[in-house]
């Protein structure tokens, strides 16, 4: 960086020249966006993004009324009951205790026999290639 001192005069008024033209453009760069222009030297300012757009304000919150929450509420009760098809809870059939449970159904040992040699076969297929 060149010392104040080592520059000539006609550099000394060229430079002053420039500072005077930069902030001029800053004011009306400001003037602009209605911002205020800065009065720091140039030097010394940061560089900042100024959006040119302002943002955009806070979305309102949407309120629902509690009659509207109601009918949608009983909207979608309907719905699952449709799909659900389930009866009236007190149109409820009674229920017969005397009846006996379904017998659990078995396997007979030829059943898991065939099984077991398809099963065998598949396998020595499958190994064959």
Known sequence: MNNILDISVTQLKRAV???E?????ES???????????????????????PAVAPAPAKKKK???????????AAA???WAKLKKTPV????APVASTAE???????SPEGRARIVAAA????????KG
């Open 89 to 92: 809870p007190a149109a409820k």
């Open 77 to 79: 009760t309907a719905r």
């Open 17 to 19: 020249a420039i500072k």
């Open 101 to 107: 449970p379904k017998k659990k159904r078995k396997l």
């Open 28 to 50: 009306e760069l400001a003037s602009m966006l209605g911002t205020t222009p800065s009065l720091a030297p140039v030097s010394a300012v940061t560089p900042t993004v100024t």
């Open 120 to 127: 065998k076969a598949r396998w020595a297929a499958k190994k």
């Open 21 to 25: 033209q930069i902030e001029l453009l």
């Open 63 to 73: 309120v629902m009324s509690s009659a509207a929450r109601a009918k949608i509420s």
